[in-house]
Protein backbone atom coordinates (compact mmCIF):
# COMPACT_ATOMS: atom_id res chain seq x y z
CA UNK A 1 0.00 0.00 0.00
CA UNK A 2 1.25 2.95 -1.12
CA UNK A 3 1.20 6.14 0.19
CA UNK A 4 -0.51 9.66 -0.57
CA UNK A 5 1.62 12.84 -0.08
CA UNK A 6 0.50 16.49 -0.53
CA UNK A 7 2.77 19.32 -0.84
CA UNK A 8 2.59 22.59 0.97
CA UNK A 9 0.36 24.24 -1.05
CA UNK A 10 -1.96 21.56 -1.73
CA UNK A 11 -2.74 21.77 1.78
CA UNK A 12 -2.94 24.90 2.00
CA UNK A 13 -5.82 25.03 -0.96
CA UNK A 14 -7.39 21.71 0.77
CA UNK A 15 -8.01 22.89 4.00
CA UNK A 16 -8.83 26.66 2.57
CA UNK A 17 -5.69 28.41 4.89
CA UNK A 18 -3.32 30.75 3.96
CA UNK A 19 0.22 29.98 3.59
CA UNK A 20 0.79 32.03 7.18
CA UNK A 21 -1.82 29.83 8.52
CA UNK A 22 -0.79 26.71 7.69
CA UNK A 23 2.71 27.70 8.74
CA UNK A 24 2.02 28.50 11.91
CA UNK A 25 0.09 25.16 12.61
CA UNK A 26 3.57 23.96 11.72
CA UNK A 27 5.63 26.35 13.70
CA UNK A 28 3.18 25.09 16.94
CA UNK A 29 3.76 21.54 16.21
CA UNK A 30 0.23 20.80 14.63
CA UNK A 31 1.66 19.73 11.70
CA UNK A 32 4.79 17.79 10.79
CA UNK A 33 5.99 17.47 7.52
CA UNK A 34 6.77 13.95 6.22
CA UNK A 35 9.34 14.53 4.10
CA UNK A 36 11.32 18.27 3.31
CA UNK A 37 13.65 20.73 4.64
CA UNK A 38 12.53 24.02 3.01
CA UNK A 39 8.58 24.56 3.21
CA UNK A 40 8.68 24.24 -0.87
CA UNK A 41 9.92 20.22 -0.70
CA UNK A 42 7.54 20.01 2.14
CA UNK A 43 5.02 16.42 1.60
CA UNK A 44 2.02 15.93 4.17
CA UNK A 45 0.48 12.32 4.82
CA UNK A 46 -3.16 12.87 3.75
CA UNK A 47 -3.52 12.40 7.49
CA UNK A 48 -2.84 16.19 7.68
CA UNK A 49 -6.14 17.30 6.18
CA UNK A 50 -7.92 15.09 8.89
CA UNK A 51 -5.66 17.32 11.63
CA UNK A 52 -6.03 20.40 9.87
CA UNK A 53 -9.86 19.85 10.38
CA UNK A 54 -10.04 18.62 14.39
CA UNK A 55 -7.86 21.33 15.25
CA UNK A 56 -10.07 23.56 13.42
CA UNK A 57 -13.15 22.43 15.31
CA UNK A 58 -11.35 22.08 18.61
CA UNK A 59 -9.95 26.05 18.22
CA UNK A 60 -13.58 27.68 17.00
CA UNK A 61 -15.90 25.03 19.24
CA UNK A 62 -13.63 24.37 22.33
CA UNK A 63 -11.81 27.93 22.07
CA UNK A 64 -8.38 25.39 22.69
CA UNK A 65 -5.54 27.91 21.86
CA UNK A 66 -3.14 27.16 19.24
CA UNK A 67 -0.15 26.92 21.47
CA UNK A 68 -2.15 24.21 23.11
CA UNK A 69 -3.23 22.42 20.25
CA UNK A 70 -0.36 19.79 19.79
CA UNK A 71 -0.80 18.36 23.55
CA UNK A 72 -4.73 18.47 23.37
CA UNK A 73 -4.40 16.05 19.96
CA UNK A 74 -1.97 14.24 21.35
CA UNK A 75 -4.02 13.56 24.64
CA UNK A 76 -7.14 13.04 22.49
CA UNK A 77 -5.33 10.17 20.41
CA UNK A 78 -4.47 8.66 23.61
CA UNK A 79 -7.61 8.66 24.58
CA UNK A 80 -8.65 6.95 21.07
CA UNK A 81 -5.82 4.32 22.16
CA UNK A 82 -6.88 3.74 25.64
CA UNK A 83 -10.59 2.51 24.73
CA UNK A 84 -9.92 0.51 22.05
CA UNK A 85 -7.32 -1.33 24.06
CA UNK A 86 -10.36 -1.38 27.19
CA UNK A 87 -12.71 -2.80 24.54
CA UNK A 88 -10.44 -5.87 23.88
CA UNK A 89 -9.43 -6.58 27.25
CA UNK A 90 -12.84 -6.22 28.11
CA UNK A 91 -13.49 -8.66 25.30
CA UNK A 92 -10.88 -11.10 26.45
CA UNK A 93 -11.66 -11.18 30.21
CA UNK A 94 -15.81 -11.90 28.81
CA UNK A 95 -14.52 -14.83 27.07
CA UNK A 96 -12.38 -15.91 29.33
CA UNK A 97 -16.00 -15.84 32.53
CA UNK A 98 -17.76 -17.75 29.81
CA UNK A 99 -15.52 -20.49 29.43
CA UNK A 100 -15.55 -20.94 33.45
CA UNK A 101 -19.16 -20.62 32.96
Not at 21 to 30: S, T
Not at 61 to 85: F, H, I, K, N, Y
Amino acid sequence: MSSVYISFSELCQCVSMSEAQVMDLVEQGVLRPETGVQREEWRFSHIALTVVGRAERLHHQLSVDWADMPLVLELLEELTELRAENSMLKQRLNRFLVDEN
